[in-house]
C-alpha cells in the first residue's frame, strides 16, 4: 500500500511540473550600426548612372550641351536665311543683330546657329560610327581570341597608324571636301582607340561565370556576344565615345580651319577660317564660333570624366 501511494505521488508530481508555464522570452537582435552604411555603399555601387546625374558637373554642363544642340538643330527655325547679304557689312553685335554680321553682309546669328548643326552632326556621327566599329571588332577579338584575335587587332592597329589629317587632304583632293568624307575618315582613323577597350573587357567578361555557363548549356557565339559580352562591356565604351566626340569637333574644326570641309554648309571652324582677316577690326567675328567650340567640347569631355568617375570609382586612387 505503501509503495502505491509513493507512485502516485511520484506521477502527480511529474503532471504538475508538465503543467508549469514557462515565461516568455524575448529574443533581440541588434544590428551593428556599420550595417546600413555597408548596405549603402553597395547599393551607390550598383547604380552608377544616378551617381552620374547627381555629379555637380553633370548638372552644370549636362543642360549646356542640351542647350547648345538644341539651339544648333531648332534654331535654324527661328532665325534668317544664312546665305543673305541684305544687311549692313561688319555690324557689331546690336540688338538688331546679336552677333553682328559678317564681311559680305550676313547675319552672323544665322551662320553660327547653322554652322553649329555641322560641328555637332560631325562629332556625334564619328562617335557613333566608332563605337560600333569597336564593339565588332573588339567584341569578336576578346571573345574569341586565337587566330581571330591576332587578325582582328593587326587591323586595328593599320587603321590606327593612319596619319588622319594627312588622309584627309588626299581624300579632299581626289573626292572634293563634303562632310560625309570628313566623317567617314575620322571614324577610320580613330575607332581602334574604341575597340581596344572593346577587347579588354570581352576578354575579361567571357572568363565570367555566366558566360561559361551560357557555353555550357550550347549558346551559339554570336548570341553570348549580343546578350552577355557587349551589355556588360558598355560603361568603359560609352566614357572613351563621348572623349571621341570632343575629339571629332575639335579636328572637324581644325581641318576647316585649314580650308578642309564643306563650303555649302560651313561649320564653326570654317568660320573661324573665315574671320582670321578681320580679327582686329572685327572680334565678333572669331569669338563667338570659338568659344562655342571651347564650350561644348569642355561639356563633352566634363560628361566624359564624371561618366569615367562614376562607374569607376576607385580609378586615379592611390592605393
Known amino acids: 500500500m505503501t509503495t502505491q501511494n509513493s507512485i502516485d505521488r511520484d506521477s ?4 504538475r511540473a508538465d503543467s ?38 553633370t548638372l552644370f554642363f549636362g543642360p549646356l550641351l542640351v542647350v547648345i544642340a ?14 543673305s547679304t541684305a544687311h549692313p557689312v561688319l555690324a557689331p553685335p546690336s540688338l538688331e543683330y546679336p552677333l553682328g554680321t559678317d564681311q559680305l553682309g550676313r547675319d552672323y546669328l544665322a551662320r553660327v546657329v547653322y554652322g553649329g548643326q555641322v560641328s555637332l552632326l560631325v562629332g556625334f ?10 564593339l565588332l571588332v573588339g567584341g569578336l577579338a576578346g571573345y574569341y581570341g586565337g587566330a581571330i584575335d591576332t587578325g582582328l587587332v593587326k587591323i586595328a592597329e593599320f587603321f590606327q597608324v593612319l596619319p588622319g589629317l594627312v588622309l584627309a587632304l588626299v581624300a579632299a583632293a581626289l573626292l572634293g571636301s563634303n562632310m560625309l568624307i570628313i ?7 580613330m575607332w581602334p582607340g574604341v575597340g581596344r577597350i572593346v577587347r579588354a573587357e570581352a576578354m575579361r567578361i567571357s572568363q565570367l561565370g555566366y558566360v561559361e555557363s551560357a557555353k555550357a548549356a550550347g549558346f551559339s557565339g554570336a548570341r553570348i556576344i549580343w546578350s552577355d559580352v557587349i551589355p556588360n562591356a558598355m560603361p568603359p565604351v560609352l566614357v572613351a565615345t563621348s572623349m571621341t566626340v570632343g575629339r571629332a569637333i575639335l579636328i ?5 580651319y585649314l580650308g578642309i570641309g564643306d563650303t555649302n554648309r560651313p561649320s564653326w571652324g570654317a568660320l573661324l577660317n573665315s574671320a582670321q582677316s578681320y580679327m582686329q577690326s572685327a ?17 563633352v569631355n ?5 561618366m569615367n568617375d562614376s562607374f569607376n570609382p576607385t580609378a586615379g586612387r592611390v592605393k
Open 12 to 15: 502527480t508530481d511529474r503532471v
Open 20 to 57: 508549469v508555464e514557462l515565461p516568455d522570452l524575448e529574443v533581440r537582435i541588434d544590428i551593428p550600426a556599420t550595417e546600413p552604411v555597408a548596405i549603402a555603399g553597395r547599393r551607390s555601387q550598383a547604380s552608377p548612372w544616378r551617381v552620374f546625374f547627381r555629379k555637380p558637373s
Open 70 to 83: 538644341l539651339v544648333s538643330f531648332v534654331g535654324p527655325f527661328f532665325v534668317g536665311d544664312p546665305v
Open 125 to 134: 556621327s564619328v562617335a557613333f560610327l566608332c563605337m560600333t566599329f569597336g
Open 183 to 189: 566623317v567617314s575618315i575620322l571614324a577610320i582613323t
Open 252 to 256: 572637324e574644326s581644325g581641318l576647316a
Open 283 to 299: 572680334w565678333w567675328l572669331a569669338v563667338f564660333p570659338g568659344a562655342l567650340i571651347f564650350l561644348t567640347v569642355l561639356a
Open 302 to 306: 566634363m560628361l566624359g570624366d564624371g
